[in-house]
Nanobody
Framework: QVYLKESGGGSVQAGGSLRLVCAPN?????????MGWFRQAPGKEREGVAV?????????ADSVKGRFTISKDKDNAKATLYLQMNNMKPEDTAMYYC??????????????????WGQGTQVTVST
């Protein structure tokens, strides 16, 4: 069983930056897994933030384009995943989850097809 562990969440003021890290608990062939970041704010559905495919292609939700960057280690066979978040806004406040083994999509409902999930890390952006 693959488990994913997120870290790097915290509190930041609007305009600030955070970097999230997602590390699997065991060896995971990065070539075979599309990975992504999702988030869920209180009272809202979980939504896709960004995904990265096996060839390094990326997709982003419109709300984070130009501000967030998803990446993964090129040389790390454990497929550590990152999310660099810049120019953050209060509406970015949510629990952020790492996921693996799903479609190369950030559209509504795509989260339901991802096989492996972390337990989340809280991100809070204040004005």
């Amino acid at each position: 069983q693959v488990y994913l562990k997120e870290s790097g969440g915290g509190s930041v003021q609007a305009g600030g930056s955070l970097r999230l890290v997602c590390a699997p608990n065991k060896y995971m062939y990065k070539e075979t897994y599309c990975m992504g970041w999702f988030r869920q704010a209180p009272g809202k559905e979980r939504e896709g933030v960004a995904v990265i495919d096996t060839d390094g292609s990326t997709r982003y939700a419109d709300s984070v384009k130009g501000r967030f960057t998803i990446s993964k280690d090129k040389d790390n066979a454990k497929a550590t995943l990152y999310l660099q978040m810049n120019n953050m806004k209060p509406e970015d406040t949510a629990m952020y989850y790492c996921a693996a083994g799903g479609p190369f999509e950030v559209v509504r409902g795509s989260d339901k097809f991802f096989q492996h999930w972390g337990q989340g890390t809280q991100v809070t952006v204040s004005t």
